[in-house]
């Protein structure tokens, strides 16, 4: 079964990934088993599809009490770009490009509010991760204003292979952390640069800060020890967005 945003069923879902649907993620039911369920895993991990494991009450709110059989497929609004698509496109028009890394974000509501303080400050893209993101679901145009409509996005396998590709483009990379002395005022946003936010509980992953060119915190004087992560980058694209006008 199929609408808009979703595919129900197991035999659904593998022949949508066959014919090349836009897959965003698909829900897979906890110890379901069986023969077809076992083509649909090889189905999902031959063409790396995003998938991760629910407990059947989450497959029957999304399938509104549908013959689900262990699988929900959600399909994509948008069509995703290839690293290659992006990077060399904007860099066709533009010599100081600003992109948006987001590492393993996973709430899809946060996920769209970035999409749509992106798009108001002048992002030229957005990279996410395959395994591990938020879906670009309906929550996420809701919440994005439709903005998700107007900015490209690309996905890749590993965050780390789009830093390196990012500087071989000649791109700085600048990841949002507390683990730094550097605050926000101290990099240059002027230049080609991508920030990279990392996910809600976890931040950016050791072994990416580690690789970055530099590394900023937000100033912080409250108690609070952290802000929500969309906040977080709306302070940082807008500083991008300061030292450009």
Excluded at 98 to 108: N, R
Aim: charged share 20%; hydrophobic share 40%.
């Amino acid at each position: 079964m199929q609408n808009e945003h979703q595919i129900v069923g197991i035999r659904a879902v593998i022949e949508a990934i066959n014919a090349g649907k836009e897959i965003d993620k698909v829900f897979i039911q906890k110890e379901a088993q069986g023969d077809l369920m076992q083509e649909l895993m090889k189905t999902l991990k031959k063409n790396n599809v995003n998938f991760s494991y629910v407990p059947v009450e989450k497959l029957n709110k999304l399938s509104k009490f549908n013959n689900h059989q262990g699988a929900v497929a959600s399909i994509a609004p948008i069509k995703f770009v290839t690293m290659e698509q992006l990077v060399e496109g904007v860099l066709e028009n533009k010599q100081n490009p600003l992109f948006l890394i987001l590492h393993q974000l996973s709430d899809a509501r946060n996920f769209g509010a970035i999409i749509r303080t992106a798009e108001c400050t002048g992002v030229d893209g957005i990279i996410i991760q395959k395994q591990g993101s938020a879906p670009v679901n309906g929550d996420t145009v809701k919440t994005s204003a439709g903005a998700v409509f107007n900015i490209p996005i690309c996905k890749v396998d590993h965050i780390k292979d789009a830093v390196f590709y990012l500087q071989g483009s000649g791109i700085a990379t600048v990841a949002a952390t507390e683990k730094t002395e550097n605050n926000i005022y101290d990099i240059d946003f002027k230049k080609g640069i991508a920030i990279i936010m990392g996910s809600e509980d976890k931040g950016v992953n050791p072994s990416v800060l580690k690789i970055v060119d530099e590394k900023a915190k937000l100033p912080m004087y409250g108690t609070i020890s952290s802000l929500n992560v969309s906040v977080a980058c709306g302070a940082f694209l807008y500083e991008a967005v300061r030292q450009r006008l």
